[in-house]
């Protein structure tokens, strides 16, 4: 089968969480990337080998481009999708399709009349449970699902100045948990009877958007079958007795699980090897980008660790050091590294070893300056 030659448009969080798979796609060859900050879209350029274009128009002429991915924010898809449709593009877009009724209409208007094919994607798009819970229902042999009901108490951080504008994201429901209207929706397979639906601002006045919101839905019972009755209930609330996070997207919650094929995918999400002199470090020892691998991981197939190797004789000249960076401000700081000679230790045996030093009063010397972050290690 031949593979899919696509475009990307927008090269932000989303990407970054679909990458992995992107590349180890035999369906889909990413061919070309766009992005308004064209920093960020030359940053997953190299690990796609893919080109990195300034104007869009670029793509929608490109004749060898058959499907492009929408991964934009929703009130400015409207606008590509038009034109990516009436350029034959087959399309892929994110939640929330559109931030309007409106817009949604005109974009499926535009699919039908140029013959495109649309998918969006939703939290439950390729998980293996819905699959199964999916084949189940439809089989059978567990009944029809009758009730679907989720509270969920939801950090939503003001990460730009879009996500809590109604009129731009839709809101929280529409932002949020759409994902579970979507699942309840796939898995009881009826259509909507009735619905009924409140939106309130409960703990933060200071918001555009509502904090808490809550959706009753009834189906459609199967002509002639009462028990084909179903209904789904949501209930959503926003940092209910938190304060909403003013903070940029930097500053989010970020955790990385290292399980990349090498340095130049670990760069692709966000991290630099160092490779220059300078401080902090050992004057006149070098920096080596060698020193980043990634071995696959004897606990558990298909996952790869970071190992970060440095090496030294004792003297500056034959000492090479490795480190790794990230723009992002984390909430706490390492500020220690344990090294024996001639050894290669797992973490557990690390912090065996780390514990009997304290145990036995072994003094440690510390040669980083403070940086007023909690620590663990102090403890």
């Not at 401000?329 to 500020?335: L, M, Q, S, V």
């Amino acid at each position: 089968m031949n593979a899919h030659s696509i475009a990307i448009f927008g090269c932000g969080d989303f990407l970054r969480l679909q990458a992995d798979s992107l590349k180890s796609s035999k369906t889909v060859r990413v061919a070309a990337l766009y992005d308004p900050d064209q920093t960020r879209a030359q940053k997953f350029g190299k690990p796609f080998d893919s080109c990195v274009v300034a104007d869009p128009d670029t793509i929608f002429a490109d004749k060898s481009i058959d499907l492009v991915a929408l991964f934009v924010p929703p009130w400015v898809r409207k606008g590509l999708f038009l034109i990516a449709a009436d350029a034959g593009k087959h399309i892929i877009a994110t939640k929330l399709f559109g931030s309007t009724t409106a817009d949604c209409q005109e974009m499926s208007a535009a699919a039908a009349r140029t013959g495109i094919k649309v998918g969006v994607i939703y939290g439950r798009t390729g998980d293996p449970f819905m699959e199964a819970a999916k084949d189940l229902f439809a089989s059978g042999r567990l009944g029809r699902l009758a009730l679907y009901k989720q509270d969920w108490i939801h950090a939503y951080p003001q990460w730009n100045n879009w996500a809590t504008d109604p009129e731009k994201n839709g809101g929280p429901f529409m932002d949020a948990m759409i994902h579970n209207l979507n699942a309840a929706c796939y898995l009881m397979d009826r259509p909507v009877g009735r619905t009924a639906f409140f939106s309130d601002r409960l703990a933060h006045p200071d918001l555009k958007c509502a904090d808490t919101d809550m959706m009753t839905k009834v189906n459609k019972p199967t002509p002639g079958i009462f028990r084909g009755m179903a209904c789904a209930a949501f209930f959503l609330a926003l940092w209910t007795n938190l304060p909403a996070d003013p903070h940029s997207a930097t500053s989010r919650v970020f955790f990385d699980d290292f399980s990349y094929r090498g340095p130049d995918e670990l760069e692709a999400h966000g991290w630099t090897v160092r490779t220059k002199p300078g401080w902090p470090g050992i004057e006149n020892a070098s920096w080596k980008k060698e020193g980043v691998s990634f071995p696959t991981d004897p606990t558990k197939p298909g996952n790869r660790i970071l190992r970060m190797t440095s090496s030294t004789d004792g003297t500056p000249a034959h000492t090479a050091q490795t480190q790794i960076c990230q723009q992002r401000k984390f909430k706490e700081d390492i500020d220690w590294v344990y090294f024996e000679k001639d050894s290669v230790l797992s973490p557990e045996q690390v912090e065996q070893k780390v514990q009997a030093l304290r145990q036995a009063g072994t003094p440690r010397q510390d040669t980083v300056e403070a940086t007023g972050l909690p620590c663990p290690c102090n403890s």
